[in-house]
């Protein structure tokens, strides 16, 4: 069973451009989740997704990024007009059903966003 | 989420056993106690989770105080694979969908 997938693994962009991140859950898991890590800090939620809802953006920013889980297909975490500060590693973690407390979280391996 | 507390960072020798605690005085009687650790450049990978009895897996071990404000990780036997930061988390059992990482444990491993 192939773990949860994201690409691509490393992105560079130069301030001003688009970055589009993807996320592929594991097999069977209709939940998704992405985190940001900020260099030298911890990770921090960012969006919570269903297939064709989002559930819960309480830690994504106001402008400039938007997260999508279609139907069919792949997560996705778009950042328009990228700058320096979104230089981050950002991570897909996905479940099988509705998370609480007794729910695991599978991550994938990251996607490290670099802006020139 | 309620806060955990844990120590920056940790040494061990490798093939010891590592004890890595975490205090969360404020837990509530909801809260799941769970555990990550994020191996250098890699995603969060689950170790261990608990509600009040303590829990072996072949990972690790937990064991929760009997007040269940505070909790041990344990490693039987270090292996340099088992450098990382150790994340102590707290999970509300009826929400709560989200991770709330805090700063964790570093571990270093020594040969």
């Known amino acids: 069973n192939a773990g949860v997938m994201q690409n691509p693994r490393h992105l560079v962009r130069r301030r001003g451009q688009e970055a589009r991140l993807r996320c592929s859950p594991m097999?069977?898991?209709?939940?998704v989740y992405w985190y940001r890590q900020l260099p030298e800090e911890g990770l921090k939620f960012m969006v919570y997704l269903q297939k064709e809802n989002i559930i819960d953006e309480s830690g994504m920013p106001k402008e400039r990024f938007s997260a999508e889980f279609p139907k069919e297909g792949p997560s996705i975490l778009r950042i328009q007009q990228v700058v320096r500060g979104d230089s981050a590693a950002y991570f897909c973690a996905s479940s099988p059903r509705l998370a609480g407390g007794p729910e695991t979280q599978y991550f994938g391996p990251g996607t490290r966003l670099l802006v020139l | 989420d309620a806060k955990t507390t844990q120590p920056n960072s940790m040494e061990s020798n490798e093939e010891e056993p590592v004890h890595l605690p975490c205090n969360h005085s404020t837990i509530s009687g909801t809260d799941y106690i769970h555990w990550y650790r994020q191996l250098p450049s890699q995603g969060p990978e689950y170790v261990i989770h608990?509600?009040?009895s303590n829990v072996n897996n072949r990972m690790a071990s937990l064991a929760i105080a009997e007040d269940r404000k505070s909790s041990t990780l344990i490693l039987h036997r270090a292996t340099l694979r088992d450098a990382a930061v150790y994340y102590c988390i707290l999970r509300d059992g009826f929400a709560g969908n989200m991770l709330t990482f805090g700063g964790g444990t570093r571990l270093m491993v020594k040969p």
């Open positions: 608990g509600l009040t």
């Open positions: 097999k069977g898991h209709s939940h």
